[in-house]
């Protein structure tokens, strides 16, 4: 049995790895950690514990991801913020660059195997355009520590309910959500449910444990996050 750590489990998609993973479907993964700014929702009926690491100062965290062991054999990252909620592009790099790669460098000091990575669609770090560019930052330094799997997921426009309010996304949220009723046809090309997304990263993850995949880096694009977290999820 396999133990997961997940970064960014109150947001959007972390949330949705959360409450998969504890409810053991599939029942892969025997325990998991959670280190996080604030805590999760309570499950008192979760069928695998959670430990949880809650502190403001993100400083803490990577000091504590360290101390673990044994190591996590999977690190899910689904940390990211806005650039609002932060307070402006420079803070959000901090959070969503910076310590993200800190964070993936201890725990590969640790001896965490397989890295999942909750990217974007479109993300390069050649791009123009700031956030598209911080992502692909992300990508190639994350690539670069060299985990035994790093799986990036890159979804299009990531459809579920959010805390914050985020006016012209929630239009885009609300068509993709209008036209999956119609026919998930007109929706899954540019626009992916969270809970989709989340079994995508965690069925890819156990495919990778299972030693499954033999590329040290997959990229899964929003075809195949459909189908490992859709089509094939019962049989991951």
Known sequence: MASALILGSTGLVGSHILSTLRSAAPSYFSNIEVIARRPPPPA???????????DKDTSKWAPYL?????????LFSGLATTRAAAGGFENQYKLEHDLNIELAKAAKEAGTKTYVLISAGGANPQSSFAYVKMKG?????VKELGFDHTIIVRPGLIV?????SRFVEGIFRTVATGLGHISGFLKDGWAQDADVIAKAAIAAAIKAE??????????????????????EWKTS
């Open 66 to 74: 360290s101390s673990l062991s044994p190591a996590p054999s999977v």
């Open 160 to 164: 579920g309910k959010r805390e914050e």
């Open 137 to 141: 930052e992300i990508e190639e330094h």
């Open 210 to 231: 299972k030693g499954e995949v033999k590329d040290k880096v997959w990229i899964i694009g929003q075809k195949d996050i459909i189908r490992l977290g859709s089509q």
């Open 44 to 54: 008192p009926d979760a069928a695998v514990p959670v430990k949880e690491f809650v």
